[in-house]
Structure formats: C-alpha cells, structure tokens
C-alpha cells in the first residue's frame, strides 16, 4: 500500500491500495494502485471487497460475473501479532436467501500465504469471469512490483489440499499457498469447499497443519473458477519489531483475552478445546443434532480423558505467541508423539464429535483430518451430516443416504469421502437444501443457509443478525453464559452496538483472538498503526468504519432478498424447547419477537441510505 | 460462626485441586475469599455461578450455597 498521509480516516484517498484484476476468460490482467474511498478501504479485508461486491447484480454464485475478491487487511505481514489474515470473499454459493438469491460472504485464514501475498506488493487479487482450464495463479515479487502468472495445473486435479500444498512446495521455494480440495473441484455438488492456506509447520514436517478459510464456500467459487491453487512466493519482509509494537504484543499474550487460549503449560486455558468443559457445566455442548441431553456423553472429548490415549501438542501460527492449535497425535507406547492426526478445534471437534454421536477422539479426529483434505468448511459439513443423522433417528423405518445413525463411525466417514468428491450432493450442498428437500426444515441448524457453529441458539439468539456466520460475525455468544444477559436490553445493546465489532478484525488483518471483547476499535490497534505506517487515527473513527462495513453487510443481505423472518434461529429451539439446557431461556418466540422488534427498529434507518 | 458451601471447580482449574468439594468458610465471607484461598489464576477466571446464577466475586456466601468457578474460552 503507498500511505501518502498520516490521517487516513480524514483523507483516504492518499492511500492507495495495489490490485491486480485477473480476467480468466483470456488471461488479461490489469495491475493498478487504487484510491481508498474510505477508511473501509484503508483497513481492508471484507471492509473493502463488500463495497465491490455491493456494486453488483448477481443472481446465482456461480456465473461468470461473479468475482472471487482474495486480499489482506491493513496489519497482515505486519509485526502486528496475529497479523496473518487472508480474506476470500464472493457471492456464496451456499449462504442465500429463500428468493433464492446468493449472499455475500467472507471468509478468513490464517497461516503464512497472507503474508506472503502482502509481501509479494499486492494487496487485492479480482478474479474475474472463468479459466477454460485448471489454472492456478502464481504471485511474485520483482523489482517493478507484484507480477502475477496463470500456469496449468492439470498435474494438481484429485489431489488433497495438503498433497497439493506439498507438490506446490516442491516446485516453489520461499512461498506459500492458498489451494482447495477435491471438494472445490467438485463445486457442482459441493457448496461448501474450503480454501487451505499453508503454514511454515506444514511445510516443515510434512503433516497436515493447513488452516482454513472455512466458511462459505469459497473454495468451491475458486473450483468453478477452474484456479486450483495460489502461490505467493517472495522473501520474508518483517521489520524490526518496534518498542511500540512489542509492548501490544506482550498485552496479547498477557493481558488481554488470549491468555485464556495459550497453552496450559504455560498458565493458559489451554485454546478453544476448553469451550467443552464451560459449555457441559450449562450442558449446553451440542449434541446428535444440537439436543444436550443433560447427562455427561460430552465428557468424554474433555481434554483430561482424550490426553490418556493421544498425544497432545500446543502449537501456534507463523510468529504468533498465543499458540491456540491443540494438535492430537497418536501416543506410541512410550508416550512419545505418534502418527499426527488433526487439530482440535472446538468448533470441528464438536460438529464432527459429540454433536454426530462420535465421542472417540481418534475417530472424531479422522474425520476431521478427512474433511480438512477434501477441502471442505467442517463446520457446515458437521451440522449438514448431524441433520441427515436426526432425521434417520425420527425416521428409522424410512433413513436417507446410506441409513446412518449417530455414531455410525463408518457410514458417516463414507458420508463425508463421497461428499467431498462431489457424489453426495444432499450432504454437500448443505443443511438448508437438504432439509428443504426433505420438507422437515425445523431441525436444520443454520441461520440464513449457512451453518450454526458449535454453540447452542438457545445460548445466542444474536445468532440471526451475524452476516458472516455464527460466533465469528456476531460476538453475542457468550452474553448468557459468561455474563448472565436474560434481559431484552442487553441483547439489543449487545447485537446493535458491542458485538458487531467482532467484524473488525475481519477488516485489518488481526486474528480475533488478539483482542476478541474489544474489537479493533482500541488504543492497542491504534499503537500498532501509528508504529507501522505514521497514522494518526483513533479508536472511534476505527469502531465507525466496522460499524459502517457491518451495516453493507447487513444491507447486501436484504439486498439479496432476505425477509426479516429468515433472521431467525432454527425453529426447534422455540417449538421444542430442551428442558436439559441449564440456562436462562432466551428463546422463547416471545422474547425473540421483542429482540427483533427493537433490533431493526436502530438498525433500519441506517440501512435505508444503503438500500438506496 | 462457620459457614459449610460447596465448591465445583471446571476445566483447568481442577488441575491439582479437586471437582467438587464441601468447603468450610467463615461467617460473611464472599466469592473472592474462595477464589483467593484456591489460588486461582484472575485471568482465566471467567464466570462465578452461586447456585446456578451468575455472580460477582464481591457476593456473600451463605451456608448451603454451591458455588461453581469456571475459565472461559472465547469463540473458535
Ligand atoms: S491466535 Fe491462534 S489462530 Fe490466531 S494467529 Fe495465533 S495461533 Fe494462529
């Protein structure tokens, strides 16, 4: 980026932005550095790719008008901690309203290409229209600046995400990689490809330790796109680490919220894994389908009784001090590591665990491991699989698919191979259709066609207005059971004001765990963009610019034909209500009607001047 | 005058301590009192439920209360 002022909420437009626009239908491609419009631009990520995706009609994902927005955020590559965010963003072909209309969507990764790619001198990459052949993209740095080249990528089709990460790394030195499964190849009956971005662990050990820009489907919009793979390759560019920065950094790790991710040997709650045993004292950890049953079955994947039998290892992204990844290895008799088989996630762990009956952690590992090679978002492959798995239970004389039961090990790892190669099209194309077709639609755990992470809707009702998918777009879930909010109030403050902010680090390139209650609207973030490029910005004008961007996102929503009725949790919860949950009941129909009375009456008329 | 309550530790705070626990206090003590003598780390500290509610370090135990200590994890 070439920063020409040091203010650049009052003049955005002295900072340029590079991009490169790539038209795959003939190879031309345009390198230009663009004026930011506003501090949106300036930040980045989804910030920016919403206002261009806002500026089209686009009727279905897949069509050839369709962009796929890959770019970074103003503190990625930074010395910034956690400064490693990538962000894919597109019309999805998986999130969409009942009219039918694809939504806009973004989803974010950490790893080492983002850094890369920022370092490469390119800030956004629009892929335009379709390749005829499997391409994939290779972004270098030169002396004149970025230079971008589509190469064949016939040799890479049928492989896994990681075998196409290691063959990549074999012809690319210095580089890393942003690449999709067998399930974004087979974009046609999935809808839920993931993106998979490389690590230095990764390429290192030869395991499969990518991460994933997860959540909704843009690896299958690079799959339609016939790009295959990314490639960022040039020298590292970290700077010296100022004293500034580094007394942000030591906050992170010490002070803020992340303390509670790092490891447990280190004094730390031990990453998000340990979200089970908070949630089972609520028993409010799903399970079979998002229906505690208020006995102990969750136990069983607690940390304490998986570390018998496996090999547990706290490990951290490039230059990152908070170490959140639990990985779970196989144990050899003499306790030492075995055979690597996943990272454990709350999120995966749950939705391809408790939640679908698997309370093995080997096996919940495996599958885990299996849908990470395919490519495919484990989130909304886990809650598509548990929705096939309740309606077998309800309809045990007439089953779908291949009849599975929860904790049918084996019939659901044959779900997820032929979902993730494209011949399971009622598993790959999410909950929404599936249960559409089914004609039962009270059971299907998503919100808005994409979804519902690992957290109960009875504990987050906020769940409705997340414009991005479950916790990571609407930062309401723990407003019960961390804080005790049983009241309307509170909930509107929360949703309309607080913890839409979560959207923030979304924008500039942060991991969320760098700051997760406050968002990107603090004195922490404004230290680090003083240290690293001059700006004189404050906290307020950073916490309106997200407001802004949250609000286009909520905006393009209706835009694409949501009614306010699809704002809403799955009907289950109100119907059925679960007397196991030991929560204060939120959900009920009347408190929800009240909740959206009041939160689109201060939403509204902001959104008016974006709707026009 | 002692108070008797019971103490639940989750997650990480069970590390060498116990899960569940009758817990002799003395008359007036508040949440913070257990929390202080169990040594527990302030930052991991995330919610304080005395008899299923949530609570403040700062309220008083009564003889018979349960009181149940809890890190938090945020998101993921
Ligand atoms: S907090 Fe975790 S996911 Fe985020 S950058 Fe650090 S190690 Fe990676």
Same mark, same amino acid.
């Given at each position: 980026?070439?920063?020409?002022?040091?203010?650049?909420?009052?003049?955005?437009?002295?900072?340029?932005? !590079?991009?490169?626009?790539?038209?795959?239908?003939?190879?031309?491609?345009?390198?230009?550095?663009?004026?930011?419009?506003?501090?949106?631009?300036?930040?980045?990520?989804?910030?920016?790719?919403?206002?261009?995706?806002?500026?089209?009609?686009?009727? !279905?994902?897949?069509?050839?008008?369709?962009?796929?927005?890959?770019?970074?955020?103003?503190?990625?590559?930074?010395?910034?901690?956690?400064?490693?965010?990538?962000?894919?963003?597109?019309?999805?072909?998986?999130?969409?309203?009942?009219?039918?209309?694809?939504?806009?969507?973004?989803?974010?990764?950490?790893?080492?290409?983002?850094?890369?790619?920022?370092?490469?001198?390119?800030?956004?990459?629009?892929?335009?229209?379709?390749?005829?052949?499997?391409?994939?993209?290779?972004?270098?740095?030169?002396?004149?600046?970025?230079?971008?080249?589509?190469?064949?990528?016939?040799?890479?089709?049928?492989?896994?995400?990681?075998?196409?990460?290691?063959?990549?790394?074999?012809?690319?030195?210095?580089?890393?990689?942003?690449?999709?499964?067998?399930?974004?190849?087979?974009?046609?009956?999935?809808?839920?490809?993931?993106?998979?971005?490389?690590?230095?662990?990764?390429?290192?050990?030869?395991?499969?330790?990518?991460?994933?820009?997860?959540?909704?489907?843009?690896?299958?919009?690079?799959?339609?796109?016939?790009?295959?793979?990314?490639?960022?390759?040039?020298?590292?560019?970290?700077?010296?680490?100022?004293?500034?920065?580094?007394?942000?950094?030591?906050?992170?790790?010490?002070?803020?919220?992340?303390?509670?991710?790092?490891?447990?040997?280190?004094?730390?709650?031990?990453?998000?894994?340990?979200?089970?045993?908070?949630?089972?004292?609520?028993?409010?950890?799903?399970?079979?389908?998002?229906?505690?049953?208020?006995?102990?079955?969750?136990?069983?994947?607690?940390?304490?009784?998986?570390?018998?039998?496996?090999?547990?290892?706290?490990?951290?992204?490039?230059?990152?001090?908070?170490?959140?990844?639990?990985?779970?290895?196989?144990?050899?008799?003499?306790?030492?590591?075995?055979?690597?088989?996943?990272?454990?996630?709350?999120?995966?762990?749950?939705?391809?665990?408790?939640?679908?009956?698997?309370?093995?952690?080997?096996?919940?590992?495996?599958?885990?491991?299996?849908?990470?090679?395919?490519?495919?978002?484990?989130?909304?492959?886990?809650?598509?699989?548990?929705?096939?798995?309740?309606?077998?239970?309800?309809?045990?004389?007439?089953?779908?698919?291949?009849?599975?039961?929860?904790?049918?090990?084996?019939?659901?790892?044959?779900?997820?191979?032929?979902?993730?190669?494209?011949?399971?099209?009622?598993?790959?194309?999410?909950?929404?259709?599936?249960?559409?077709?089914?004609?039962?639609?009270?059971?299907?755990?998503?919100?808005?066609?994409?979804?519902?992470?690992?957290?109960?809707?009875?504990?987050?009702?906020?769940?409705?207005?997340?414009?991005?998918?479950?916790?990571?777009?609407?930062?309401?879930?723990?407003?019960?059971?961390?804080?005790?909010?049983?009241?309307?109030?509170?909930?509107?403050?929360?949703?309309?004001?607080?913890?839409?902010?979560?959207?923030?680090?979304?924008?500039?390139?942060?991991?969320?765990?760098?700051?997760?209650?406050?968002?990107?609207?603090?004195?922490?973030?404004?230290?680090?963009?003083?240290?690293?490029?001059?700006?004189?910005?404050?906290?307020?004008?950073?916490?309106?610019?997200?407001?802004?961007?949250?609000?286009?996102?909520?905006?393009?929503?209706?835009?694409?034909?949501?009614?306010?009725?699809?704002?809403?949790?799955?009907?289950?919860?109100?119907?059925?209500?679960?007397?196991?949950?030991?929560?204060?009941?939120?959900?009920?129909?009347?408190?929800?009607?009240?909740?959206?009375?009041?939160?689109?009456?201060?939403?509204?008329?902001?959104?008016?001047?974006?709707?026009? | 005058?002692?108070?008797?309550?019971?103490?639940?530790?989750?997650?990480? +705070?069970?590390?060498?301590? +116990?899960?569940?626990?009758?817990?002799?206090?003395?008359?007036?003590?508040?949440?913070?009192?257990?929390?202080?003598?169990?040594?527990?780390?302030?930052?991991?500290?995330?919610?304080?439920?005395?008899?299923?509610?949530?609570?403040?370090?700062?309220?008083?135990?009564?003889?018979?209360?349960?009181?149940?200590?809890?890190?938090?994890?945020?998101?993921?």
């Amino acid at each position: 980026m070439k920063m020409n002022t040091t203010d650049p909420a009052a003049h955005p437009e002295q900072v340029l932005y !590079s991009r490169c626009t790539v038209d795959l239908s003939n190879g031309q491609q345009t390198i230009e550095d663009v004026p930011c419009r506003n501090l949106e631009d300036v930040l980045g990520g989804f910030g920016r790719s919403f206002q261009d995706l806002a500026q089209r009609r686009i009727e !279905s994902a897949y069509c050839d008008e369709n962009p796929l927005i890959v770019n970074t955020g103003l503190l990625t590559g930074s010395t910034a901690m956690t400064g490693m965010r990538t962000y894919f963003s597109s019309y999805s072909p998986i999130k969409g309203s009942k009219k039918g209309l694809p939504a806009a969507m973004w989803s974010a990764g950490s790893g080492k290409f983002g850094a890369k790619f920022k370092w490469t001198g390119l800030d956004e990459l629009v892929i335009e229209n379709r390749s005829p052949q499997p391409v994939y993209v290779v972004i270098t740095a030169t002396d004149t600046g970025p230079q971008i080249e589509l190469r064949s990528a016939e040799h890479l089709l049928g492989l896994s995400t990681h075998d196409k990460i290691m063959a990549l790394s074999k012809e690319y030195d210095n580089a890393h990689f942003a690449v999709i499964g067998q399930a974004g190849e087979n974009w046609e009956n999935v809808y839920m490809g993931a993106v998979a971005l490389s690590t230095e662990n990764q390429l290192k050990s030869g395991e499969d330790k990518c991460r994933f820009a997860g959540r909704g489907g843009m690896g299958s919009i690079m799959g339609y796109k016939n790009v295959v793979a990314l490639v960022a390759q040039c020298n590292d560019k970290i700077k010296p680490v100022s004293a500034e920065v580094k007394k942000v950094n030591l906050n992170v790790i010490k002070g803020g919220g992340a303390a509670r991710l790092q490891p447990i040997r280190r004094g730390g709650g031990g990453g998000t894994w340990a979200a089970y045993d908070v949630l089972q004292a609520f028993h409010a950890v799903p399970v079979n389908n998002f229906r505690p049953q208020g006995n102990d079955i969750p136990e069983k994947l607690f940390r304490e009784n998986v570390e018998k039998d496996y090999f547990i290892e706290s490990q951290a992204c490039y230059r990152c001090g908070i170490t959140c990844h639990n990985n779970i290895s196989e144990k050899n008799a003499d306790g030492s590591r075995g055979e690597f088989l996943a990272k454990f996630d709350y999120e995966p762990l749950n939705l391809l665990g408790t939640n679908i009956g698997i309370h093995e952690a080997g096996q919940a590992a495996r599958l885990i491991q299996l849908s990470d090679n395919y490519g495919m978002d484990a989130i909304s492959l886990g809650v598509t699989i548990s929705y096939a798995l309740a309606y077998n239970e309800r309809h045990g004389d007439q089953p779908i698919l291949n009849g599975a039961q929860f904790g049918d090990y084996e019939k659901i790892r044959q779900l997820i191979i032929q979902a993730g190669e494209g011949r399971l099209p009622e598993i790959g194309c999410g909950s929404m259709r599936l249960s559409q077709q089914m004609g039962e639609t009270d059971y299907a755990y998503h919100v808005k066609g994409l979804e519902l992470a690992a957290y109960q809707p009875e504990s987050n009702p906020g769940y409705a207005w997340a414009i991005a998918g479950g916790h990571m777009s609407m930062g309401t879930y723990g407003l019960l059971t961390r804080e005790g909010k049983t009241d309307v109030d509170s909930w509107v403050k929360g949703i309309t004001e607080d913890k839409l902010h979560i959207v923030g680090f979304d924008m500039i390139g942060l991991c969320k765990f760098f700051d997760i209650n406050n968002g990107i609207g603090t004195q922490m973030v404004v230290d680090c963009l003083r240290s690293e490029f001059g700006f004189e910005i404050d906290a307020q004008s950073i916490r309106a610019a997200v407001r802004r961007a949250f609000l286009l996102g909520l905006a393009l929503e209706l835009r694409q034909g949501y009614e306010k009725n699809e704002f809403a949790l799955p009907a289950e919860v109100h119907k059925n209500p679960n007397p196991h949950i030991k929560l204060s009941n939120i959900t009920s129909e009347q408190f929800f009607a009240q909740l959206e009375q009041r939160v689109w009456e201060i939403f509204d008329p902001e959104l008016e001047e974006l709707l026009k | 005058m002692a108070i008797i309550i019971t103490v639940k530790l989750v997650g990480v +705070f069970r590390i060498d301590r +116990f899960k569940e626990q009758s817990y002799p206090l003395p008359c007036g003590s508040r949440a913070v009192d257990v929390i202080e003598a169990l040594n527990l780390s302030r930052r991991l500290l995330g919610i304080i439920l005395i008899n299923g509610a949530h609570a403040s370090e700062n309220d008083q135990l009564q003889s018979g209360d349960c009181l149940t200590l809890m890190p938090l994890i945020e998101g993921g």
